[in-house]
C-alpha cells in the first residue's frame, strides 16, 4: 500500500488515499484538543471501505435508446490513483481504468482537491475514449458524522429536516445544486455544485452513525450520454462553517426584555 497525501491549510487537514480509490480519507482541524473530524473518518471494515468521500460511477436507472454499450463496472474508481501533483494545499490525481475488451470503452479521469481555511473545492474531469456515447452518471458520495443530522436543508427553501429519523431518505431530482447540514456546536457544512451535477440522494443510515449524500449527474430519460472524444467536468465546493466567536454583541433592552434597536450594546 502507498502514503496517504495530507493537506494543510492553516489548522485544516485532509488526507487523500490515492490506493482507496482516491478517497478523501479525512477531513476537519488539528487544534491543541487533538483533532476534530468534519467527515465521517473512511474504515476498512472486511475488506470494504466505509466512509470518508470519494468520486462515484453509476450506470443509469433504464437503459438509454440507441445505447447498448455496457457502461463501464462501478468498481474500476476503486483502483489505485496516480498522484501527478501535490503541493502542501493542494493535489491532482490520475486514473486510467482498463477493461476485459480494450477499445470497446474508456476514460480517463483526473481529480483535484484544493485546500483553504474552512473551505475544500473538489474537481472531477472524465474523457470519453471509447468508441461510441458513454452512458454513465458520475459524482460525489460523502459521508458525514451522525451529529451533522440536527438540520438538514437539500434546496433554496427555507425549509428544513430537523432531525430525520435514522434509514429516512431524500431525493432531489432535478436538484438545484445547494445544500447544507447543521451539526453539533453550531457547526455547519454548505455544499455548492455547479451543473451539470443535478441529482442528489441524502440518507440517514438506519444503523450506522453517518450521514451520508450522493450528488451525481442526471439519471435517465434526462441523462445526456458523454460524447466520444469530449470531456465532462464536474466541480464541488465544502464550506466548513464554525460558529462566530466571540459572540455577536447583543441589544441591553433585548437581553433585558425592553429598550429598543438604540439601546447600548452589550459587548
Same mark, same amino acid.
Given at each position: 500500500?502507498?502514503?496517504?497525501?495530507?493537506?494543510?491549510?492553516?489548522?485544516?487537514?485532509?488526507?487523500?488515499?490515492?490506493?482507496?480509490?482516491?478517497?478523501?480519507?479525512?477531513?476537519?482541524?488539528?487544534?491543541?484538543?487533538?483533532?476534530?473530524? @468534519?467527515?465521517?473518518?473512511?474504515?476498512?471494515?472486511?475488506?470494504?471501505?466505509?466512509?470518508?468521500? #470519494? +468520486?462515484?460511477?453509476? #450506470?443509469?436507472?433504464?437503459? *438509454?435508446?440507441?445505447?447498448?454499450?455496457? +457502461?463501464?463496472?462501478?468498481?474500476?474508481?476503486?483502483?489505485?490513483?496516480?498522484?501527478?501533483?501535490?503541493?502542501?494545499?493542494?493535489?491532482?490525481?490520475?486514473?486510467?481504468?482498463?477493461?476485459?475488451?480494450?477499445?470497446?470503452?474508456?476514460?480517463?479521469?483526473?481529480?483535484?482537491?484544493?485546500?483553504?481555511?474552512?473551505?475544500?473545492? @473538489?474537481?472531477?474531469? +472524465?474523457?470519453?475514449?471509447?468508441?461510441?456515447?458513454?452512458?454513465?452518471?458520475?459524482?460525489?458520495?460523502?459521508?458525514?458524522?451522525?451529529?451533522?443530522?440536527?438540520?438538514? @436543508?437539500?434546496?433554496?427553501?427555507?425549509?428544513?429536516?430537523?432531525?430525520?429519523?435514522?434509514?429516512?431518505?431524500?431525493?432531489?431530482?432535478?436538484?438545484?445544486?445547494?445544500?447544507?447540514?447543521?451539526?453539533?456546536?453550531?457547526?455547519?457544512?454548505?455544499?455548492?455544485?455547479?451543473?451539470?451535477?443535478?441529482?442528489?440522494?441524502?440518507?440517514?443510515?438506519?444503523?450506522?452513525?453517518? *450521514?451520508?449524500?450522493?450528488?451525481?449527474?442526471?439519471?435517465?430519460?434526462?441523462? +445526456?450520454?458523454?460524447?466520444?472524444?469530449?470531456?465532462?467536468?464536474?466541480?464541488?465546493?465544502?464550506?466548513?462553517?464554525?460558529?462566530?466567536?466571540?459572540?455577536?454583541?447583543?441589544?441591553?433592552?433585548?437581553?433585558?426584555?425592553?429598550?429598543?434597536?438604540?439601546?447600548?450594546?452589550?459587548?
Amino acid at each position: 500500500m502507498g502514503r496517504d497525501v495530507e493537506l494543510k491549510a492553516g489548522r485544516w487537514r485532509a488526507v487523500v488515499s490515492p490506493d482507496r480509490g482516491g478517497r478523501l480519507r479525512w477531513l476537519g482541524e488539528a487544534g491543541p484538543q487533538g483533532r476534530e473530524p @468534519w467527515l465521517r473518518p473512511l474504515l476498512i471494515e472486511r475488506g470494504l471501505a466505509l466512509g470518508g468521500a #470519494g +468520486v462515484v460511477l453509476h #450506470g443509469p436507472s433504464s437503459p *438509454v435508446a440507441g445505447l447498448e454499450q455496457q +457502461v463501464p463496472d462501478p468498481a474500476c474508481l476503486n483502483a489505485r490513483w496516480q498522484v501527478t501533483q501535490w503541493v502542501p494545499d493542494r493535489v491532482t490525481l490520475m486514473l486510467h481504468p482498463g477493461g476485459e475488451s480494450p477499445g470497446s470503452w474508456g476514460f480517463q479521469a483526473s481529480q483535484t482537491l484544493r485546500l483553504e481555511e474552512q473551505r475544500l473545492e @473538489w474537481s472531477l474531469s +472524465v474523457r470519453n475514449l471509447s468508441r461510441l456515447a458513454l452512458p454513465a452518471r458520475f459524482g460525489w458520495q460523502l459521508h458525514f458524522p451522525d451529529d451533522f443530522a440536527g438540520a438538514v @436543508w437539500l434546496d433554496e427553501g427555507f425549509d428544513a429536516l430537523r432531525l430525520p429519523g435514522r434509514g429516512h431518505v431524500e431525493q432531489r431530482d432535478p436538484w438545484c445544486g445547494l445544500a447544507s447540514l447543521s451539526g453539533a456546536g453550531g457547526r455547519m457544512v454548505l455544499m455548492r455544485a455547479q451543473a451539470p451535477l443535478d441529482t442528489l440522494a441524502y440518507e440517514r443510515h438506519a444503523t450506522r452513525s453517518w *450521514v451520508q449524500l450522493r450528488l451525481m449527474t442526471a439519471d435517465s430519460p434526462r441523462l +445526456v450520454p458523454l460524447p466520444r472524444g469530449e470531456e465532462l467536468q464536474l466541480h464541488l465546493s465544502l464550506d466548513l462553517m464554525t460558529p462566530r466567536l466571540p459572540p455577536l454583541p447583543r441589544l441591553r433592552g433585548a437581553a433585558e426584555g425592553g429598550g429598543g434597536p438604540g439601546g447600548p450594546l452589550i459587548l
